[in-house]
C-alpha cells in the first residue's frame, strides 16, 4: 500500500538510473544523495579513472572497491520489488472489462484500462486511491497507438497535416477537414511518412554521435598520451637534476682534491725552505759563538779566516740573486674564480626547457628514428588529422656540429606530408619539424648517419659449410626475415643475419649444387639446379634467374645456349627464349644474370661482350646500357646485376661494383679498390636505410656488405 501511494507521486523515470536510462539494478548512493546502478558506476570509474556525479558533478574519491560498501537506497528497492510485482502479475484484461489493462490500484487490487480508470476516480470512495501506470508491451503499446483516443474500439484511419489530428471513421472533425479540402492522408501513409523522417533525424543523429563518440576516444587516447608525456618529462628533469648535481659535486670534489695537491706541494716547499734556513743559521750561531771565543787571540788567526770564508759561502748563498728568484718564484697563494659561463648558463638554458608537441601532426613511426648513408637522400612522411593544408610545417636539419640548415616541406594532399633530407656528414643528426612554435609529435627525428664504402665482410664460407667445401661462393639474395642466404657450388645454403653472425645451415636435396638463387615473394626458393628438371633436353648451363611475380615468367640466363629462356614457373611450360648466340647489338654471348625492372623490361648481363643489354615486355631489343670497358663507367665481364629500391642498376663486373640510373648513365662506383673485390658474382639489396647491398665475392670466397 506504502509503496502504491509513494508512486503516485512519482515519475516512472525516477526509477530509471541517469547513465544507462534503464531501470535501476542494485542501486548505490552516492554522498551527494544521487542513485545510480553498481554497474554503470564502476564502468564509470573504470572509463575516466575517477567518478564525478553526472547530475551534480560533484567529485567523489572512490575506487572501484568502495563502490560495492555504498549504501543501498532501500526506499528504490522497495518500489522496484513492487513495481516488478504488479507487473508481472498483470492479466491480460482490465478487471471491469475485455480492455487491456493499463492502471493498477494499490488499494482495490485491480488492474484497469483507461477507460475504468475514469470510472474509478469518480466514485467518492474510490478517488483517492493511488493509481499506478503500468508498463505496456510493444504489442500492446501499439494497439492503443492505433485506437481513436474518442472512440475507444475504432481504430485511427485518417491524418490531417493542416489540423495536424488523427481520426477514425466516425470523427466529425475529419468531415470538416474533407469540406474544408484540407490534404486529409490515410494514416498509413501519414505514419509511413513520419517514420521516413524520424528515421532521417535518427541517422543523421547517429551520426552526429558517432563523430561526437570519435572526437571524445580522440580527447581520451590525447589525455591518456599527455599523462604519459607528462611523466616522462616529469622523470627526465629529476633525472637530469640528479645527474647535473652529480656532476657538480664530483667537478667541486676536483677542484678540492686539486687544492688539495697545491697545499702539499706548498707545504713540502715550505718545510724545505725552513729545513735550510735553520741549517745556515745554525752555521752562523756557531761561527759567532766561535769568534766570541777566540776574541783577543791573534794566534787563530787562521781559524778565523776558515769562519770567514764559510760565512762568504753562506752570504752568497742567502743574499744571491739566485735565493730570492727561487723565493719569489714559490711564492704562491690559492685563489678560486667562480665560474660565470654556469651561472649565464643557468639563466638561459638552464638544465633544459620545456616545449609543447602539436599533437594535430605525427611521424610515421617507422621515420621516428633512421638509418641512411652519408650522402643519401631520404624522406620523412608526417601525417594530418586535418585533410587541407591549413598550417604549413617547418622542417630543418641539425647536423652533430649543431649548425641547422632549412628543408623543404611537400604538402602531398588528403593530410599528408613529405619531407626530403640528405646529410653529407657522419654522425647523429637531427631533424626537427615545428607547426608554428611547437614540435609536431614524433620530433625530433634522430637520424644515423653511416659511412658510405665498405662496412662488413663475412669471412672464408667453407668454414661454416659441411658439403663440398671446396666450391665457392657464387650468389646472395635477401630471405624475408631479413637475414642473408648464400650458395656456394653445395647443398648448403648458408644464412647469416645483416650483422655477419651465422644463423643456420640450410641442406637441400642430396646431389644438389646451388648456384644461382631467386626468392620468390611467398617465401619459395627458386635455383638454377632446380629448374633442370623442368628444362630438361633445353637448358644447357642455366645461371642468373629471376621471375616477374605478376605474369609468373621464369626468366633463365643459359651460359652455354648464350640465350634466355622463358618458362611458366608454376607448371613449367616453356614460353619461349630471348636473345641469340653473338656479338652483334641485341646478340647475347655467355648471360650470367638477369633482373626485371619495374616496368617489366629485362635486363641482362652479356659476360663474353663485355656489356650489359635491355629488352622490353615483347622481348624486343630495346638497347645496350652499359657498354664496354675497364674504366670506371663501363663494364669488364659482368657478373651480376640487380635493381634497388629507387630503380637504379647495380652491376658487378671484374674487380669493381658499379651504380648506374635506370637509363644506364654512370652514377659511381660503390667500392675502392683495396676493398679486395676479386670477381664478385651475386648481389643482392639488403636495406633501402641506409642503402645497403651484400656482394658474393666469388675468388676470395667471402661476402661483402657496402653502403652506397
Request: proline share 3%.
Amino acid at each position: 500500500m506504502a509503496a502504491g501511494k509513494a508512486l503516485q507521486f512519482l515519475d516512472k523515470k525516477d526509477l530509471e538510473c541517469a547513465i544507462c536510462l534503464r531501470r535501476f539494478t542494485e542501486p548505490k548512493t552516492l554522498k551527494c544523495l544521487h542513485s545510480y546502478c553498481l554497474h554503470c558506476l564502476e564502468t564509470l570509474i573504470k572509463t575516466h579513472d575517477k567518478l564525478r556525479c553526472p547530475k551534480c558533478n560533484q567529485h567523489h574519491e572512490l575506487k572501484k572497491d568502495d563502490l560495492k560498501k555504498l549504501t543501498s537506497n532501500k526506499m528504490i528497492n522497495y518500489l522496484l520489488e513492487y513495481v516488478e510485482k504488479i507487473e508481472s502479475e498483470k492479466p491480460t484484461i482490465c478487471s471491469s472489462c475485455d480492455n487491456p489493462p493499463k492502471y493498477h490500484c494499490s488499494e482495490c487490487l485491480l488492474y484497469l484500462c483507461a477507460e475504468c480508470s475514469k470510472h474509478h476516480k469518480i466514485i467518492p470512495a474510490l478517488k483517492d486511491h493511488p493509481l499506478y501506470t503500468l508498463d505496456e508491451n510493444e504489442e500492446g503499446a501499439k494497439d492503443e497507438q492505433n485506437k481513436c483516443p474518442t472512440h475507444w474500439n475504432n481504430v485511427l484511419e485518417f491524418y490531417c497535416p493542416t489540423c495536424k489530428k488523427t481520426a477514425c471513421k466516425k470523427c466529425e472533425h475529419v468531415l470538416r477537414c474533407y469540406q474544408n479540402k484540407h490534404n486529409v492522408t490515410p494514416m498509413k501513409t501519414a505514419v509511413d511518412e513520419f517514420n521516413k523522417n524520424a528515421t532521417e533525424v535518427t541517422n543523421i543523429a547517429q551520426g552526429i554521435k558517432t563523430k561526437l563518440k570519435g572526437t571524445l576516444d580522440s580527447i581520451t587516447s590525447d589525455r591518456s598520451d599527455f599523462e604519459y608525456h607528462l611523466k616522462l618529462c616529469r622523470t627526465a628533469i629529476e633525472v637530469k637534476e640528479k645527474t647535473l648535481i652529480k656532476e657538480v659535486q664530483e667537478k667541486s670534489k676536483q677542484l678540492m682534491s686539486d687544492l688539495e695537491k697545491i697545499y702539499q706541494e706548498k707545504k713540502a716547499d715550505i718545510d724545505c725552505q725552513v729545513k735550510d734556513i735553520d741549517s745556515k743559521l745554525t752555521k752562523v750561531n756557531n761561527v759567532m759563538a766561535s769568534i766570541n771565543k777566540m776574541m783577543n787571540k791573534p794566534q787563530e788567526t787562521e781559524t778565523l779566516g776558515s769562519h770567514r770564508k764559510t760565512m762568504n759561502t753562506v752570504r752568497a748563498k742567502v743574499l744571491g740573486i739566485d735565493s730570492h728568484q727561487s723565493f719569489n718564484k714559490k711564492n704562491i697563494t690559492p685563489n678560486f674564480i667562480p665560474s660565470t659561463h654556469l651561472k649565464e648558463f643557468i639563466k638561459t638554458e638552464g638544465i633544459g626547457k620545456i616545449v609543447t608537441v602539436d599533437g594535430m601532426y605525427t611521424v610515421a613511426k617507422n621515420d621516428e628514428a633512421i638509418t641512411v648513408a652519408k650522402g643519401q637522400q631520404f624522406v620523412v612522411t608526417v601525417s594530418s588529422l586535418s585533410e587541407s593544408d591549413t598550417c604549413k610545417l617547418a622542417a630543418t636539419l641539425s647536423n652533430p656540429s649543431h649548425e641547422e640548415t632549412a628543408t623543404d616541406v611537400e604538402y602531398q594532399g588528403n593530410g599528408e606530408y613529405k619531407i626530403a633530407g640528405k646529410c653529407n656528414v657522419e654522425g647523429d643528426w637531427q631533424m626537427k619539424i615545428i607547426a608554428g612554435e611547437a614540435h609536431i609529435k614524433g620530433s625530433p627525428v634522430n637520424i644515423k648517419v653511416e659511412a658510405l664504402g665498405l662496412i662488413n665482410t663475412i669471412g672464408n664460407i667453407s668454414d661454416y659449410k659441411e658439403n663440398h667445401k671446396t666450391g665457392k661462393v657464387t650468389d646472395v639474395v635477401l630471405d624475408i626475415d631479413g637475414c642473408i642466404l648464400i650458395s656456394s657450388y653445395s647443398k648448403d645454403i648458408l644464412k647469416f643475419n645483416q650483422s655477419g653472425s651465422f644463423v643456420a645451415r640450410i641442406e637441400m636435396p642430396q646431389d644438389v649444387q646451388v648456384n644461382r638463387m631467386h626468392l620468390m615473394g611467398d617465401g619459395h626458393m627458386v635455383y638454377s639446379e632446380e629448374i633442370r628438371s623442368f628444362g630438361k633436353g633445353i637448358l644447357k648451363y642455366p645461371d642468373g634467374l629471376t621471375v616477374n611475380k605478376e605474369t609468373r615468367v621464369l626468366y633463365v640466363g643459359d651460359r652455354e645456349a648464350h640465350c634466355v629462356f622463358k618458362f611458366n614457373v608454376d607448371d613449367g611450360r616453356l614460353l619461349g627464349k630471348i636473345g641469340s648466340e653473338g656479338s652483334e647489338v641485341g646478340q647475347i654471348k655467355n648471360p650470367e644474370d638477369v633482373t626485371l625492372t619495374k616496368e617489366g623490361h629485362l635486363i641482362v648481363t652479356n659476360w663474353k661482350n663485355n656489356r650489359i643489354q635491355m629488352f622490353d615486355a615483347n622481348d624486343t631489343f630495346m638497347r645496350i646500357l652499359v657498354g664496354s670497358g675497364k674504366e670506371d663507367g663501363k663494364v669488364w665481364g659482368p657478373h651480376g646485376v640487380i635493381i634497388d629500391m629507387d630503380g637504379n642498376i647495380l652491376v658487378s663486373s671484374g674487380h669493381k661494383l658499379q651504380l648506374f640510373d635506370k637509363n644506364g648513365v654512370f652514377i659511381k662506383r660503390i667500392d675502392h679498390k683495396d676493398d679486395g673485390l676479386d670477381t664478385p658474382t651475386g648481389i643482392t639489396v639488403i636495406s633501402n636505410r641506409p642503402r645497403r647491398v651484400a656482394v658474393a665475392n666469388h675468388k676470395a670466397n667471402n661476402v661483402k656488405f657496402f653502403n652506397y
